[in-house]
């Protein structure tokens, strides 16, 4: 039987987070190059945390959804489910009756109904 013990399953989640966190700065430098134009390579992976922190509590943790909340966030704010207006899109993104499918679905929406 194989058998992997904390230590190593904690480096290979960290392990599991930097390639992740690379495969995304490299998705927002080609989509979003503007972003990463404007911000140093700290302030970018911050940013990055902090939006992957806030996908993870909506339980948008594969890695399209976690890339489609960047996403929103680039293309609306930081903040943009809590503004005025917006205050539904939190509700559903905080729903813990709605599974991660779901809430990526209306993500989307609201995401094109705000830019088109």
């Given amino acids: 039987m194989f058998v992997i013990n904390k230590e190593q399953f904690s480096a290979i989640a960290d392990a599991q987070k930097i390639t992740s966190e690379k495969r995304i700065k490299e998705y927002i430098a080609q989509y979003y190059p503007i ?13 990055l945390r902090e939006c992957v922190a ?3 509590k909506y339980g948008l943790m ?5 890339l489609l909340y ?9 903040g943009f489910e809590d503004k005025i207006g917006n205050k539904w899109m939190s509700s ?3 729903n813990d009756y709605l599974d991660s499918d779901k809430k990526a679905g209306h993500l989307i929406d609201f995401v094109k109904s705000q830019l088109l």
């Fill in 35 to 47: 972003v990463t134009n404007s911000l140093n390579d700290n302030e970018l992976t911050y940013l």
């Fill in 54 to 56: 806030k996908a993870n």
């Fill in 62 to 66: 594969q890695e399209w959804k976690v």
């Fill in 70 to 78: 960047v996403s929103s966030i680039i293309l609306l704010g930081i």
């Fill in 92 to 94: 559903i993104l905080n």
